[in-house]
């Protein structure tokens, strides 16, 4: 496999995975972005912790949605992730009534 094989396959499965979140983003009511990954979920947890000096967040996840290209299964029950950066987590508005196109 060529390295241009390779890349037009990693390119492949990113459009693949971004047609999936639009698919899907409708279904979640937080939209949670750490240095890592990208995440999708319904129910949103973040507690900050100190250890010896060191801030660090712990996120607990219900009803999410992973944004990972080689993950076989992006859905999951339940997540926890622990990170030292900042966590971004927003609320997704949900239109009343969607319009047919």
């Not at 995975?17 to 979920?41: K, S």
């Not at 129910?43 to 990972?68: C, H, I, K, P, Y």
Request: net charge negative; hydrophobic share 40%; charged share 35%.
């Amino acid at each position: 496999m060529s390295a241009e094989d390779l890349e037009a396959y990693e390119n492949d499965l990113e459009l693949d995975l971004y047609r999936e979140y639009r698919d899907v983003v409708g279904l979640f009511d937080y939209v949670v972005e750490t240095e890592r990954r990208f995440y999708l979920a319904n129910s949103v947890d973040v507690q900050v912790r100190t250890n010896g000096g060191e801030v660090f967040f712990e996120l607990s996840l219900e009803d999410a949605w992973v944004w990972d290209i080689y993950r076989s299964s992006r859905f999951v029950k339940s997540v926890r992730v622990v990170t030292f950066k900042d966590v971004n987590v927003e609320e997704l508005s949900k239109p009343e009534m969607k319009i047919p196109s």
